[in-house]
C-alpha cells in the first residue's frame, strides 16, 4: 500500500506545521533563496573555488548590509537623532565580525590551492566591487579614480559617482559637532567632498576635549566609541585581507593588476576617523 506525507490542515488540531503551499513556500518568496543558491558558476574543475566564490559573495551581501547601516546613521545624524545613529553604527560592528570573519575558508589557502583557479578569475579583483566601494566612500576613502573599472555599467557607475560627491559618515559626524557649538574648522566643513578626508589638528583637539570630560559630553563620547569600534573593524578587515592574500600569492602581482600585497600593505597601514585615534594621545 502508498502511503502519503502527512500534510498539516488547517484547523485539524496537529501541532505539525503547514506543509502545503500553492507554488513556492512563503519562505523562498521572502529570501529568493533558490536565486542565491544558483548564483553559483564555477569556471575551473577545482573544488575549493565554490569555497571561493560562496565566500566572495556572502562578503558582497555584508557590504550590502553594512552601507545600508552607515547610510541610515548619515541621516540620523544629518537630522540630530544621535541616538539613532548609534543603534545603527552598533548593528554595524556585528556585522563587521561577520565580514571579517569571511575571511577564514579563505586565510589558509596555500599557494598551490589558490593556483588551481586563479587563472579562472582573470582580471577580476576585488578592488572592482561596486558595494565596497560606496563602503569606502562612506569612510571618508573617496578616490574619482575609482569610478573608472565602472564605466562600463552606466546605473552603477552613476550610483558611485553620486555617492563620491556626498558626505561621507564622518563628515556628518563632523557637520553634527559644529552644530552642537564645536569649533570646526570652515575648511573642513566646506572640503571638497570628493576628496580623502585628511586629518584636522583642530578636530583631534575637539575629540580630546570630548574625552576628558565624559560628564559633560557623554552622548558624543558615545557617539565616538561608537565610530572607533567600526574602525578598529575595518583595521582588522583590511589587516586580515593582506594576510589571506600573503599566504595565498605572496607578493607577486594582484587579480586585475594591482600591486597585491604591497597595496594592500598601504592600506592596512592607514586609519579611518583618524582624529579619534590620535586624540587619544591628548586626554
Not at 563602503?135 to 552603477?156: D, I, Q, T, W, Y
Not at 589587516?239 to 600569492?249: E, F, I, K, P, S
Not at 582624529?275 to 591628548?282: F, G, K, P, Y
Request: with cysteine.
Amino acid at each position: 500500500m502508498s502511503q502519503t506525507p502527512d500534510v498539516h490542515v488547517p484547523g485539524a488540531g496537529s501541532d505539525a506545521p503547514n506543509l502545503d503551499f500553492a507554488g513556492t513556500t512563503p519562505y523562498e518568496d521572502y529570501v529568493r533563496a533558490d536565486v542565491l543558491t544558483h548564483l553559483q558558476h564555477p569556471l575551473s574543475e577545482d573544488p575549493g573555488e565554490m569555497v571561493f566564490l560562496v565566500t566572495t559573495q556572502v562578503m558582497e551581501l555584508w557590504f550590502t548590509v553594512i552601507v545600508h547601516e552607515w547610510e541610515t546613521a548619515s541621516r540620523a545624524l544629518r537630522e540630530d537623532r544621535t541616538r539613532e545613529a548609534i543603534d545603527a553604527l552598533g548593528r554595524s560592528v556585528h556585522e563587521l565580525e561577520a565580514l571579517n570573519a569571511s575571511w577564514k575558508p579563505l586565510g589558509r589557502l596555500t599557494p598551490a590551492q589558490f593556483n588551481s583557479y586563479r587563472a579562472a578569475l582573470g582580471e577580476g579583483s576585488g578592488f572592482q566591487s561596486a558595494m565596497y566601494r560606496r563602503l569606502e566612500f562612506l569612510l571618508g576613502e573617496k578616490s574619482a579614480s575609482m569610478l573608472v573599472p565602472h564605466r562600463g555599467a552606466p546605473r552603477v557607475h552613476a550610483e558611485l559617482e553620486k555617492a563620491l560627491h556626498q558626505p561621507s559618515l564622518y563628515d556628518e559626524v563632523l557637520r553634527l559637532l559644529a552644530r552642537r557649538g564645536l569649533p570646526v574648522p570652515v575648511a573642513v566643513l566646506e572640503r571638497d567632498l570628493s576628496q580623502r578626508y585628511e586629518p584636522s589638528p583642530e578636530v583631534e583637539r575637539i575629540w580630546a576635549g570630548i574625552y576628558a570630560d565624559p560628564a559633560q559630553c557623554s552622548e558624543l563620547l558615545r557617539l565616538g566609541e561608537a565610530l572607533t569600534d567600526v574602525g578598529e573593524l575595518v583595521w582588522r578587515w583590511r589587516n586580515d585581507h593582506l594576510v589571506a592574500t600573503r599566504r595565498a600569492m605572496g607578493s607577486k602581482t594582484g587579480t586585475g593588476g594591482s600591486a597585491g600585497v604591497a597595496w594592500l600593505e598601504k592600506r592596512a597601514a592607514k586609519n579611518v576617523f583618524p582624529e579619534l585615534w590620535t586624540a587619544r594621545s591628548h586626554v
